[in-house]
């Protein structure tokens, strides 16, 4: 009973837009599979949204989003994971969106490098800057 009564409490002072998605997730996934195209459709859509809608409107890619708080700010890592991502994709279907993303999200940490060849660790709005190495794992080749 104590824990509906904290769910209702938690419920009550979500946005709308949050109390939704929580209905969603608690009625569970669809009954029918999309395949794996849709899948990967819809994750690249979701990535694509998180450039967007970053709050810094950088060509980076949101570090998070917050049902409450929405798109947070761009994300040095995060988005030196996804530049691959993107070009593989691209090149696999042939997508020059998906090409021109990549090249904005590159454009980006041009933009901020430091002259030492680093990058901002944390958060791109977090003081004092301090500049990390940067070394992704490389991404499998499309056959």
Known sequence: ????????????SLPAAAKDESGRDARGLPAAAHGAAAVI??????????????RTHDGGVARDYSLVHGWNTSYPETTGYIVPTFLWVARLRGDEALRERARRMLDWFV????????????RIESLPRVPVTFNPRPSPRPA
């Open 41 to 54: 459709d819809a994750c690249m859509a979701w990535m694509a949204r998180a450039q967007d809608c970053s």
């Open 1 to 12: 009973m104590l824990a509906s009564l904290k769910q209702k409490w938690r419920d009550r």
């Open 111 to 122: 933009e901020i490098q430091f002259p030492e060849g680093g990058f901002q660790g944390g």
